[in-house]
């Protein structure tokens, strides 16, 4: 029974890691996209940029720097949790 519950909680455990992986990876890329990609166009600019597409960009493109570094870190923790778990039982 113990051993179910232990195996249940892993599944559980991979399947949040693997969406949070998902989210950062999302932000990561919208980080790279909206910001670092444009940066010397922006800071010559001094405050935005105008992108082969017609996007206006902007140094606030670095906000979707937020989650993204939220999330990688709630995947690091969640993994180092499930290595801590694995190394005691």
């Known amino acids: 029974m113990a051993l179910c519950n232990l195996e249940r909680t892993n599944v559980n455990s991979m399947i949040k890691t693997s ?3 998902a989210l950062a990876s999302f932000f990561w ?3 790279w996209e909206r910001y670092w990609k444009y ?3 922006i800071e010559q600019a001094a405050s935005s ?3 082969a597409d017609g996007a206006n ?3 606030g493109g670095l906000i979707w720097m937020l989650p993204a570094f939220y999330f990688s870190l709630r995947v690091v923790i969640s993994v180092c949790g499930y290595l801590l778990r ?3 039982a």
């Open 29 to 31: 890329w919208n980080s």
């Open 19 to 21: 969406i949070r992986a």
């Open 57 to 59: 960009l902007t140094s």
């Open 49 to 51: 940029c105008i992108a």
């Open 86 to 88: 694995r190394r005691k």
């Open 39 to 41: 940066e010397e166009c």
